[in-house]
Every structure is written in C-alpha cells, then in structure tokens.
C-alpha cells in the first residue's frame, strides 16, 4: 500500500494540457482502486456555473455508462459535503443531492462518494464502487482514501486553474495579434494616404519599408526592431499630408522657398509621431533623420555620422533607392545598374558603408538565386533589370572608387 500511495506523488507536478490532466487522474484513479482493490471508478470535475459534476474519467464500466453522463449538484449539497470525506452511499441515500442522481449513481455501482475540496473550493468527486472481496471499507481505509483524494484535488485545482490562464493568455494572445492586425493595417492605410499626394510616389512607403525591412534582417536586427523599422518605412513620409500637393508636384525650378517648404516634411512628421505611443522604440526618430547625411549636409539637424543610428541610415538608403529607381517629376527613374553605381558613389557622404555593403550583397544573392524569397527585386518590376546580373554588381562596386559623380541630389530631396 506504502508503494502505490508513493506512486501518487507525480499528481503535484505540473499539467499543460486537458489530455494531459486526463491521464495524470486516470492513473490516479487506477492506484486508488488497485490499493481497495475495485473493480469501478469514476472522478468527476466541478462546473459552478452549471452547477453539476462531468464525468472526467472512469475504469471498469467500459460501455456500460455514457460518458456525457453528470451529476446535479444543488447548491445547499455543496456547503454540506465534508472536505475530501469519503460518504457511505448507504448513509447518503436519504440526501436531495442522492435523490437528484439516483440514476446514475445505481448504474455507477457507487458505494463511496467521496467530494473533493482544494483551498475550500469545490472541484470535483469520485465515486468508487463495491470491493472485489464485497467487505465494508473501514474506518482505516476510509483515512487512506481521505489523503489520495486530498492529493487529487490538490492536482485538480492546480491543474484546472493553469488550464484556465493559458486558456485567458491564449485568448490575449489572440486578442493582441487581432489589434496587431489593425494596428498595422491602419498605419498601411495613412502610407497609402501619404503617398496618393505625389503621383510620381505611389507604393514608395511600401517599397521604403520593404527595403529597409531586408536589410535590418540581413544585419541580423530582432524581430521587433525590425518591425519598427517598417513602421518607420511606412510613415516617414507622413509630414507630406500638410505640404501643398502643387509643390510636392512641380518637378523642375522649384523656388528657395519651395525647397525650404519641403524640407520641413522630416520634422512635420516627427511632430505627428512624437505624439503617438507606439510598442517600438525610435520609430518618430527614424523618421525626423531620414534625410540626415554622414557629412552633415542632411536636414532637419544637419547630423554627422556618428550621430546617426543604423536605423536612420537604412531608411536613408532605403528612401534613396527607391527614389532614384521610380520616376519622379524632375528626370525618369534610372536603370538598376546606374542606381546602383549612384549608391555606391555616394558611400561615405550621403550612405553609410557598411549598411550599402550589406544592400548590394542583398541584391548580389538575390540575383544570383542564392536565396529562396527575394526581398528587394520583386519591388523592381518596372526598372530596366535587363542583362544585369550579380558580376555587373562587382563591377560597378569596383567603379565606385573612381571619380564620383556631381553631389547633386534631386531624389534624395523629394524622395
């Protein structure tokens, strides 16, 4: 007996699923009989909302109970049940809760009725049948019973109320990536917004963001990050909404004070930001320094290298390549290789090397084939790609050294 109540011990351990509860108490259910030595058993778990007891598991009734079967449990039974107290059926017949199943407890075979309580709270029963040797279970067994059913509905508790939290963080889970969803879906929605007021940009946050997506994972970025990064991709242009469309438009000849009137964009939407509590970090400073270069000629705040974050100089780049890559109102987007050559010209001055290395391998590997979803090309559908592959990348790496071509920037501006 000493051995198959030690064998109980596991009941305290915890329980990650129903199925998992299920077979904890089955086995339970099968040293407790083993030890009396029944041939019928059944446990039962407590549902207050309802008010009645469902058969959980059972052994030794095989087809001879439906197992959707469950007991009425009236409220006033409840406050009169004894704490894990095995209840001779025979002096428990007379009771409105035994009147109420006397059914189910004649097809049960029950003899004991044991309600099993953990931190006064009411979680289940069992119901054990008559012995295989047909004697009475004496006050002795019955103390024994009273330890294995306090140890079972420890576990019940236990494992009910975990259940009942992952079932709460599940449903949270749920509930957060639903907001997630909408969250994201709204910001698409104000990109898309942004960029219907220029008709030379439509898509450009997108692309912006999806570049810059490629290279922040390639620089082995957190997931998190990343997405705030994308964010960032998707809203940086957001300032746009309050500069006059005629201007956004012009192309050509634009007057000192137009160009001044655009370049408050950066600064206009890190005020628009700034306001916004958003689950990632620098999103609104991504944004105000999109238009920072390393020599310290950008806008807002003419910022130096050192001064910049990775963050701010992918979406540099990520804005940049985009802008030279589409047309715009003042020159036609350029050839993939004449885009490329320009990025790498500007490395040091306008880029920052290493986030302009880690593009062109990017676009290397894609061209090569090297990589199973391509991230930048697929973005590129209407820029002339043809006869390019990964060797005119080199070349042009290796023309990068030579003499660069006029600091003159009109896509970056505008961009």
């Known amino acids: 007996m000493i051995f198959c109540i030690e064998s109980l011990v596991d009941l305290g351990q915890e329980v990650s699923s129903a ?34 007891l469902d058969l959980f598991v ?67 029963a069992i119901a054990l049948g008559k012995k295989l040797s047909g004697t009475p279970y004496p006050p002795e067994e019955r103390d ?71 290279i922040a994972r390639e620089l082995g970025w957190k997931k998190n990050d990343v997405e705030g990064l994308y964010v960032a991709g998707l809203l940086h242009d957001i300032g746009k909404i309050i500069i006059d469309r005629e201007i956004i438009n012009k192309g050509e000849n634009l007057t000192t004070p137009e160009i001044r009137e655009i370049k408050r964009h950066p600064q206009i939407s890190y005020n628009i930001l700034s306001k916004v509590k958003f689950p990632w970090k620098n999103v609104e400073n991504f944004v105000r320094h999109h238009h920072e270069r390393l020599d310290g000629r950008g806008y807002p705040d003419a910022l130096t290298s050192t001064q910049l974050t990775d963050g701010v100089k992918i979406l540099t780049l990520a804005d940049a390549f985009d802008a030279m890559t589409t047309d715009r109102p003042y020159r036609g987007k350029m050839a993939l290789s004449e885009a490329f050559r320009e990025v790498m010209r500007c490395k040091g001055t306008q880029f920052d090397t290493k986030i302009s290395n880690t593009f062109f391998n ?48 009109r896509f970056i501006l505008t961009s």
Do not use: W
Not at 23 to 35: D, H, N
């Open 144 to 214: 024994v019973l009273r330890v294995i059913a306090h140890q079972m509905a420890i576990t019940l508790y236990n494992a009910q109320l975990f259940l009942e939290l992952a079932k709460k963080a599940s449903e949270n889970k749920k509930l957060f990536t639903s907001m997630q969803r909408i969250y994201h879906d709204t910001i698409q929605a104000f990109a898309a917004a942004i960029d219907a007021k220029d008709d030379y940009t439509k898509d450009h946050s997108y692309r912006v963001a999806s570049y810059a997506v490629a």
């Open 19 to 52: 199925k998992e509860l299920a077979e904890k108490m089955r086995a339970a259910l099968y040293v407790m009989t083993g030890i009396f030595s029944v041939p019928t058993a059944a446990l039962f778990i407590y549902h207050p909302h309802r008010r009645c």
């Open 58 to 124: 059972d052994k030794g009734h095989r087809d001879k109970i439906k197992h959707d079967i469950q007991l009425l449990v009236p409220s006033t039974s409840v406050r009169r049940f004894r704490m894990n107290e095995p209840h001779i059926m025979s002096r428990f017949n007379k009771t409105k809760f035994y009147s109420l199943n006397e059914i189910t407890f004649l097809k049960l075979q029950a003899k004991i009725f044991i309600p099993l309580f953990a931190k006064n709270e009411f979680v289940g």
């Open 362 to 409: 990017i676009l290397r590997k894609e061209l090569n084939g090297e990589v199973k979803e391509q991230q930048i090309l697929p973005h590129l559908r209407n820029v002339d790609v043809t006869g390019f592959r990964a060797l005119d990348l080199i070349a042009a790496y290796e023309e990068s050294t030579a003499d660069r071509l006029p600091d003159n920037n």
